[in-house]
């Protein structure tokens, strides 16, 4: 299977999202 | 628990969003009504696999990226193997790039009926996808695409004709939830 960043540079190449880069990671209860 | 981005208001008074990954990995979706006291971190790498535990192998693939592209290694490699893990369960298991491009298929089909994109744009990447995976060119497909072309070719038809009424009828816009639109969205329908 292809390494992460690989599958990374990939899935940018298509154009798909990322979250905005100071976006935090959170959890909701 | 659900996770999902935390973005801080642009300026002082502002509205705290949040973004979670739409289902099947297909973009991202805002999450309204977020009580701030259901908010915690999210710094413990097994805390959030426990919360995404039940999500499907599209969707943990494209958090697994987008976790790997903000710096969240440790998490993005869990997910990434239990994106895997997910894949071979399918009956046909395809391989991370074929389900990497269905995603992509389907987030810029999806794209077409967002408000204000741009639909050109939509269909010049559901080509390139066409074009590089075959296995994307299917009969429902290829029907999506020549309506997609013949939606996005410049517009024949004379004002007040039958015609152009129907090609307004491409920004008709209906709210999903049934909040008020401007009228504007919906007047090609009324005429």
Redesign the interface.
């Known amino acids: 299977h292809p390494v992460l960043a690989d599958v990374a540079k990939e899935y940018k190449r298509l154009g798909l999202p990322l979250p905005p880069a100071h976006a935090e990671l959170v959890r909701i209860n | ?8 208001a642009a300026k002082s008074g502002g509205r705290v969003r ?2 979670e990954v739409e289902y099947r990995g297909v ?2 979706r805002e ?1 309204e009504y ?1 009580e701030p006291a ?5 710094e413990s790498t097994s ?2 696999m426990r ?1 995404v535990a039940f999500r499907d192998g599209d969707y943990l ?2 958090f ?7 710096g ?1 290694f440790d998490l ?2 869990r997910l ?1 193997a239990q994106a ?1 893990e997910e894949f071979g369960e399918d009956e046909k298991p395809l ?3 074929e389900n ?2 269905l ?2 298929w389907v ?2 089909r999806k794209q077409t009926t967002e408000r204000g994109t741009d639909r050109a744009q939509d269909l010049r ?1 559901l080509l390139e ?1 066409a074009e590089e995976d075959p296995s994307l060119r299917t009969p429902s497909n290829d029907r999506f695409l020549r309506r997609l072309e013949r939606t996005v070719a410049p517009r024949k038809s004379k004002p007040g004709t039958v015609e152009a009424l129907i090609d307004e009828l491409t920004e008709y816009w209906d709210d999903p939830l049934g909040f008020p639109q401007k009228p504007a969205e919906r007047a090609s329908y009324w005429k």
């Open positions: 628990y659900d996770v999902a981005y935390r973005v801080p949040y973004w973009g991202l999450r977020v259901a908010v915690e971190g999210a805390d959030v919360a693939l494209a697994a990226v987008q976790c790997q592209e903000r969240r993005a490699t990434y895997r391989t991370v790039f990497l491009h995603i992509a987030y810029w990447r996808l």
